[in-house]
C-alpha cells in the first residue's frame, strides 16, 4: 500500500509535540503529523513517517503552495502543549492549531482524539489535507469509507474517524485528501478519533465545541504548571521541560517514557537506533529529584508509586531489570522491522528493547537514591523498606560482577566504574534513610559493604598515568559518567582527583559545550559499528559539576550555550551532532530532568545558597 504523496524527511528537530497523557503525536513545522501510536505510547504506530517517509503513513495539513513560497514558525501556547504552526506567504498568514484533549478520568478505554484547526488571519491561502494512515507500523491493511462529514479507517485492529465539514476525496489507496481555500477568520476543522470500535461516530466540530475543548486543554495545562514553584533564571526553559515530562507521563500509572519514538538514529546512517517507550529505573532519581525541585508533588507520587509496584514485582533472584514497560510488563522483546527504511535509511527500525534482560548494577543504586529522595518528602512504607532490604542482600552479592553499565553495551560486560559507584550510593542512601526514620536495617553490615565499595572504586577505578578516574576498571578511557560521582556526592567538587578527571573529560570528551559518552572504538564495545552525536544529558551533567566546583562562569557559558540548541519550541533530543541538528529518539527525558537539574543547582550556586 505505497503512498502516492511525495514526502521528504523533515530534521528531527522540526517537529513539536502534543499529547494526552496516554500518547503523542509529532507535528512537523511543515503541518505533518508523522508519528503516533494509539492508544498508548508503546502501541504499532498509526502514523510512521518519520520511520520512513513513502510507508509510514501521516496526516498533513499546509498550504497548497511550493515549499519555496511560504514560510513557517511554531509555538505553544503560553504554559500549554497546545501547538500552533503558522504558514506565511506573501498572500496570506494562515495557521494550524493542534492539541490533544486530556481525559480526567485516565481510563485506559477511552478514545483518543487529535483536534487539527485551520485558520487564516491575514489574507487568503489554498490548503490541502492529506490523511494517510498506515496501521501497526504500515503491517496491516486498512478499508476507507467516506461520508458526507468525514471518512473511516477500518484495520483489523484499530479504527479511524476523521470528521469534518470539508469535503473529502478517496485515492482508492488508503488515503484521503481535501483541498479547500480560506479567508482571513474562517476557520476549518479536523478532527481525528482513533477507537478499538468499529462504529466510529462522525461529529464534525463546530465552533462552540472546539472552544470547549481547546479552552478545557489550556485550562488543564496552565493549572497544572502553576504548581511550579521554580522562578530562577531560566524559568523558560524550566517549565518547557517541565511540561515535556508531563507529556511524556503515562496517566494510569505513573510512568515515564524515556521517549516517545523509536529507532531515531544517533548517526544518520548508523545502526544505533533503539525503542525509548518504556521506562528505565535508570531515569528514577533524576525524575523524583526533578518533580519535587519543581513542587509537583502528585506526580512525584505517582511515579513512586510505579516504582514502588517494581520493588513488588522482583525477578526469581531477587534482582530488578534496567526498565520495563509503562504498565509495568517485564517482557520487552526486540525485533526488527525490515520492511520499513528507518528515519534517512538509518536501519535497522526497532521495536522493543532487549537491554531489559541485561545486568546493569548502578539501577539499583538509582533506585534507591530516588526512594531516600522522595522519604524526605513522605515517609516510605514499611513494606517497601522490607523489599528494598531484599535488594541490598542481593546487591550486597552481586556488585562485584561485570554487567553491562549505564550506556547499555553489547560489546560484553566490564566492571564499569559507573556501576560501582550506584552500588555504593544504593548502601550509603539505605543507610541515611535506616538513620533518619530508625527502620530496622543491619546498619554495621551496609557500613562495611559501602566501605569495602569505596575502597575498591578508588583503588581500582583511579588511573594514575592518566590521572583520572576511568570508563571500567583496567581500562585508560575516560567517560561521562563520571561527572555523577559529584552529583552523586561520592566524591567532593573541589577533591583533586575529581577536578583532575573533569579536566581530562572537557579535554577528550567535550566539544564546546557538547560532552560525548565516551570515544567509540576506544572505550567499552558497544558491539555496534559507527559513530555517535554527543550525548545531551552530559552537557547538562558537566554545567551542574562545575557549578558545584565553583566555576560559575564556566558552567553559566556551557548553560547558555547548550540552552541554544534546544529546538525551537524548546525540546530536545538524545544527542546533538557536531552541527547542532538533533539525533537519536525525541523529545528524551534525561535531557529535559538533566535540564531542570543543572538551571536549579547553577541558579542556587549564582545566588550563594549552593553547597557542593
Not at 94 to 100: L, T, V
Not at 273 to 285: P, S, T, V
Request: aromatic residues 12%; contains cysteine.
Amino acid at each position: 500500500m505505497e503512498q502516492v504523496y511525495s514526502a521528504t524527511y523533515q530534521p528531527i528537530e522540526d517537529y513539536g509535540v502534543i499529547g494526552d497523557l496516554h500518547t503523542v503525536a509529532l507535528v512537523g513545522k511543515n503541518g505533518s503529523i508523522d508519528w503516533c501510536c494509539i492508544p498508548r505510547f508503546d502501541s504499532p504506530s498509526v502514523f510512521g513517517a518519520i520511520l520512513d517517509a513513502q510507508k509510514g503513513g501521516f496526516f498533513k495539513i499546509a498550504p497548497d503552495l511550493p515549499v519555496s513560497e511560504c514560510r513557517t514558525r511554531q509555538l505553544y501556547f503560553p504554559e500549554t502543549n497546545i501547538l500552533v504552526t503558522r504558514f506565511l506567504t506573501s498572500n496570506g498568514i494562515g495557521e494550524i492549531i493542534d492539541f490533544m484533549p486530556i481525559q480526567q478520568s485516565w481510563d485506559v478505554g477511552h478514545p483518543h482524539h487529535i483536534i487539527r484547526a485551520v485558520s487564516v488571519v491575514q489574507g487568503s491561502l489554498p490548503f490541502e489535507m492529506v490523511c494517510s494512515p498506515r496501521f501497526n507500523y504500515a503491517r496491516d491493511e486498512h478499508t476507507v469509507r467516506l461520508f458526507e462529514h468525514g471518512a473511516t479507517f477500518y484495520s483489523k485492529d484499530l479504527c479511524l474517524g476523521l470528521a469534518t465539514h470539508v469535503p473529502l476525496t478517496d485515492d482508492g489507496q488508503g488515503n484521503v485528501s481535501a483541498h479547500f481555500t480560506l479567508h482571513a477568520h474562517h476557520r476549518a476543522y479536523f478532527l481525528l478519533e482513533c477507537t478499538s470500535e468499529s462504529d466510529v461516530n462522525l461529529h464534525p466540530m463546530t465552533e462552540r465545541r472546539f472552544q470547549k475543548d481547546f479552552q478545557e486543554t489550556m485550562e488543564f495545562w496552565q493549572r497544572w504548571m502553576s504548581k511550579c514553584t521554580y522562578q530562577g533564571r531560566w524559568r523558560e526553559m524550566v517549565q518547557r521541560s517541565a511540561l515535556v515530562l508531563k507529556l511524556l507521563t503515562y496517566a494510569p500509572t505513573g510512568a515515564i517514557v524515556a521517549a516517545p519514538t523509536t529507532s531515531l538514529p544517533e548517526c544518520i546512517g548508523g545502526p544505533r537506533n533503539w525503542d525509548y517507550r518504556f521506562a528505565w529505573l535508570r531515569d528514577a532519581a533524576f525524575t523524583i529529584y526533578g518533580l519535587l525541585t519543581l513542587g509537583f508533588y502528585d506526580e512525584t507520587e505517582s511515579f513512586m508509586g510505579w516504582l514502588d509496584d517494581r520493588c513488588h514485582d522482583l525477578g526469581p533472584s531477587g534482582s530488578l531489570q534496567p526498565m520495563y514497560g509503562i504498565d509495568g510488563r517485564c517482557t520487552l522483546d526486540e525485533f526488527t522491522l525490515d520492511h520499513l527504511e528507518g528515519y534517512r535509511k538509518s536501519g535497522p527500525v526497532r521495536i522493543g528493547n532487549g537491554a531489559y534482560k541485561q545486568k546493569q548494577m548502578d539501577i539499583y543504586g538509582e533506585l534507591i537514591d530516588s526512594i531516600y529522595i522522595f522519604n524526605r518528602h513522605q515517609d516510605i512504607s514499611y513494606d517497601l523498606w522490607k523489599n528494598l532490604r531484599h535488594l541490598l542482600t542481593w546487591l550486597e552479592d552481586h556488585w562485584r560482577e561485570p554487567d553491562e553499565g549505564i550506556w547499555e553495551v553489547r560489546g560484553g560486560p566490564q566492571p564499569f566504574l559507573h556501576s560501582r559507584v550506584m552500588s555504593w550510593v544504593a548502601f550509603d542512601r539505605a543507610l541515611r534513610i535506616a538513620r533518619h526514620r530508625g527502620l530496622p536495617a543491619p546498619i554495621a553490615d551496609w557500613t562495611a559493604v559501602s566501605a569495602e565499595i569505596y575502597d575498591d572504586i578508588m583503588e581500582n577505578g583511579w588511573n594514575a598515568d592518566k590521572k583520572s578516574f576511568v570508563q571500567y576498571y583496567g581500562s585508560e578511557e575516560v567517560d561521562a559518567s563520571s561527572l555523577l560521582m559529584v552529583l552523586t556526592k561520592f566524591c567532593g567538587p573541589t577533591d583533586p582527583q575529581m577536578l583532575s578527571t573533569l579536566d581530562r573529560i572537557q579535554r577528550e570528551l567535550t566539544t564546546d559545550s557538547h560532552v560525548y559518552r565516551y570515544i567509540p572504538g576506544l572505550a567499552a564495545s558497544d558491539g555496534l559499528t559507527g559513530s555517535e552525536g554527543t550525548f545531551s544529558p552530559c552537557s547538562f551533567w558537566l554545567v551542574e559539576t562545575l557549578a558545584r566546583a565553583g566555576r560559575l562562569i564556566e558552567a553559566r557559558l556551557v548553560l547558555e550555550k547548550m540552552l541554544s540548541y534546544a529546538n525551537h519550541v524548546g525540546l530536545y533530543a538524545e544527542e546533538t551532532s557536531p552541527t547542532g541538528e538533533a539525533l537519536g529518539n525525541f523529545p528524551q527525558a534525561f535531557t529535559h530532568l538533566a535540564l531542570i537539574s543543572s538551571c536549579y543547582n547553577l541558579d542556587r550556586a549564582l545566588s550563594g545558597t549552593l553547597l557542593g
